[in-house]
């Protein structure tokens, strides 16, 4: 069992938004990765002596600015993109929607159901494409907040449907059973039956 749990909660659905997400920073690291190689052909010995004479003590320097350069770029983009994705959890439990992040694992969005008043998925047709989108949480207090790539939205709608809906059925239920302001029964401890029967001798 999760510490983080409440009582009484459990974990219906847990997942990383979907790996679509991935497929710009894998793209633009491969680039890189086949700019630096390119690059490092051209500082071979032999071909650095034919398009640049006169710098052979400077090869050194180039390839080290080239390798540098080369990580700089993949950590800027590529890296942590994949890093983000890897550390990012969504997780849907009976009473909250909770975004985790980070090696560590910490939260840094947390939504309980009773504070949702609509909950919406959206899709683009890339999204549609994977089975991917976006889950729209209109609050009742704040503003609206969003799960980006959600992937098998279809599920994890439903899911968090169902979940929110029990949340909020037991929340009227609670409601209805405490006694209101004013509810004279509610006050005095009586019955329908026996308020029926004092109107009767009244």
Known sequence: MHKWLL??????????????????????????????????????????????????????????????????LLWLYPLRRVWRWTWTKYFLTSQRLLVRRGLFGKFTAVYGLEQIEEVRPTQNWRQKMVGSGDLKL????????????????TRFNGETQQAWTKVFRASMASIQQTPQPGDYAGEVGMTEKELRKLGRDH
């Open 7 to 72: 009582p009484g909660e459990n974990v219906e659905i847990r997942s990383r938004p979907h790996s679509r997400v991935l497929i710009w920073p894998i793209t633009v690291g491969l680039f890189i990765v086949l700019a630096g190689s390119a690059g490092f052909a051209r500082l071979q010995p032999a071909q650095f002596a034919q398009w640049a004479p006169g710098f052979s003590a400077w090869r050194e320097t180039f390839v080290v600015v080239l390798m540098s350069a080369e990580a700089l």
């Open 138 to 153: 209109y609050m009742y207090r704040g503003p609206m907040r969003t799960l980006n790539e959600v992937p098998a939205l």
